[in-house]
C-alpha cells in the first residue's frame, strides 16, 4: 500500500500490526513523497494496524558516527605521516 509522507510525522517508520501482533513479514520503501509497506499474511479476516514510530537508531545520527569516523581516521594518517616525514628530515646523513 502506498501511504503519503505529508499524513505522518517525520522521521518515523510504518509498523505492522495484524491482530494485535507485530507482523514478522514485513517491509517498506520510500521515496520523497511516500512510503510503500507491504506485508504478508493468510487469507482471512484480520484487523490490520499501520503504526508509525521513531526507530531506534535513527539514520542521523548513523550517518553522524560514520561521517565523524571518515574524518576522523584520515586526519590520524595525515598526522602520522606529518610526524614520519619531519623525523625522516631530522636524521643526520652521516649516520
Same mark, same amino acid.
Given at each position: 500500500m502506498t501511504i503519503p509522507k505529508t499524513v505522518?510525522?517525520?522521521?518515523?517508520?510504518?509498523?505492522?500490526?495484524?491482530?494485535?501482533?507485530?507482523?514478522?513479514?514485513q517491509d517498506y520503501t520510500q521515496d520523497s513523497n511516500n512510503f510503500y509497506v507491504w506485508y504478508t499474511?493468510?487469507?482471512?479476516?484480520?484487523?490490520?494496524?499501520?503504526?508509525?514510530i521513531m526507530p531506534s537508531t535513527s539514520q542521523a545520527?548513523?550517518?553522524?558516527? /560514520?561521517?565523524?569516523?571518515g574524518i576522523t581516521v584520515p586526519e590520524?594518517?595525515? /598526522?602520522?605521516t606529518v610526524i614520519a616525514v619531519r623525523r625522516l628530515k631530522r636524521k643526520p646523513e652521516n649516520a
Amino acid at each position: 500500500m502506498t501511504i503519503p509522507k505529508t499524513v505522518i510525522l517525520y522521521g518515523t517508520i510504518p509498523v505492522i500490526f495484524i491482530d494485535g501482533q507485530q507482523v514478522a513479514s514485513q517491509d517498506y520503501t520510500q521515496d520523497s513523497n511516500n512510503f510503500y509497506v507491504w506485508y504478508t499474511t493468510h487469507f482471512s479476516t484480520h484487523q490490520i494496524t499501520i503504526q508509525f514510530i521513531m526507530p531506534s537508531t535513527s539514520q542521523a545520527s548513523s550517518l553522524g558516527a /560514520l561521517l565523524a569516523v571518515g574524518i576522523t581516521v584520515p586526519e590520524i594518517i595525515l /598526522l602520522y605521516t606529518v610526524i614520519a616525514v619531519r623525523r625522516l628530515k631530522r636524521k643526520p646523513e652521516n649516520a
